[in-house]
Antibody
Framework: EVQLVESGGRVVRPGGSLRLSCAASGFSFNDYGMNWVRQVPGKGLEWVSGINWNGGRTAYVDSVKGRFTISRDNAKNSLYLQVNSLRAEDTAVYHC????????????????WGKGTTVTVSS | QSVLTQPPSASGTPGQRVTISCSGS????????VNWYQQLPGTAPKVLIYSNNQRPSGVPDRFSGSKSGTSASLAISGLQSEDEADYYCAAWDDSLNAHMFGGGTKVTVL
C-alpha cells in the first residue's frame, strides 16, 4: 500500500524550531518529487515547499523562505522539513504529498497525501 | 487573499449539476495545468482532476474539469450526498515559483 506518514509536530514557543518527518512506503521513493502542504484548521490549503527526486532542486512559498528547509533521504525513504524561527501564523496541520509523476520534479499535481502532523506555535 | 479565486460556497440538490469556477492569471492557469482536490471532512485532500481534465482511476465520471485561458472549472453532475466536501483548484505559478491553491469552495448538498 502506498502510504505517507508524517511525524514531529508538537506545541512550540514562538521563535522555536522543529523537524517534521514523512515516512514513505509502498512505492519507489527516489522516483518522485515531494511536497509539504499546510492547512490551518478550518482554513484552506497552502503549499509550503517542494523538492525534486534527488534534492537538487527545491522551492518555498515566500512566507517561509529563509526559515524552513526541505530535504530528503532516499536511502531512508524519508522527507523532512526543518522549521525555524516559528511564528504564530505557522500553526497548522502539515501534510507531505507525493508529486503525481515519476518524472521526479514537484511541479505537477499531488497524488498521494499523508494525514498530517500538527504544529502549534504558542507561548 | 488567494492567487487563484474560487467562490466560497456552492450548493445543489441531489441529481443536480454544480459548477465551481477558478480564476487565475497568465503566470499560473494561463501556462500550467490545473488540478482539483476534494477534501472530505476530517480527511486529507485527494486529487480529483489533474492536468485540466484527467480523472485518476477510481474517480467517478460525474466529475469533470475544463480550462480556458486563465480560468478553469470543475463540474459535478448527478450531485450526491457524499459529494459534500471542500474543493480546491491548484496550479503551478511560474512567476512565484510555487504551487498555488484556490481558497476552496464548500459544496453543500441540500
Amino acid at each position: 500500500e502506498v502510504q505517507l506518514v508524517e511525524s514531529g509536530g508538537r506545541v512550540v514557543r514562538p521563535g522555536g524550531s522543529l523537524r517534521l518527518s514523512c515516512a514513505a512506503s509502498g512505492f519507489s521513493f527516489n522516483d518522485y518529487g515531494m511536497n509539504w502542504v499546510r492547512q490551518v484548521p478550518g482554513k484552506g490549503l497552502e503549499w509550503v515547499s517542494g523538492i525534486n527526486w534527488n534534492g537538487g532542486r527545491t522551492a518555498y512559498v515566500d512566507s517561509v523562505k529563509g526559515r524552513f528547509t526541505i530535504s530528503r533521504d532516499n536511502a531512508k525513504n524519508s522527507l523532512y522539513l526543518q522549521v525555524n524561527s516559528l511564528r504564530a501564523e505557522d500553526t497548522a496541520v502539515y501534510h507531505c504529498a507525493r508529486s503525481g509523476t515519476t518524472e521526479g520534479s514537484f511541479y505537477y499535481y499531488m497524488d498521494v497525501w499523508g494525514k498530517g502532523t500538527t504544529v502549534t506555535v504558542s507561548s | 487573499q488567494s492567487v487563484l479565486t474560487q467562490p466560497p460556497s456552492a450548493s445543489g440538490t441531489p441529481g443536480q449539476r454544480v459548477t465551481i469556477s477558478c480564476s487565475g492569471s497568465n503566470s499560473n492557469i494561463g501556462r500550467s495545468p490545473v488540478n482539483w482536490y476534494q477534501q472530505l471532512p476530517g480527511t486529507a485532500p485527494k486529487v480529483l482532476i489533474y492536468s485540466n481534465n484527467q480523472r485518476p482511476s477510481g474517480v467517478p465520471d460525474r466529475f469533470s474539469g475544463s480550462k480556458s485561458g486563465t480560468s478553469a472549472s470543475l463540474a459535478i453532475s448527478g450531485l450526491q450526498s457524499e459529494d459534500e466536501a471542500d474543493y480546491y483548484c491548484a496550479a503551478w505559478d511560474d512567476s512565484l515559483n510555487a504551487h498555488m491553491f484556490g481558497g476552496g469552495t464548500k459544496v453543500t448538498v441540500l
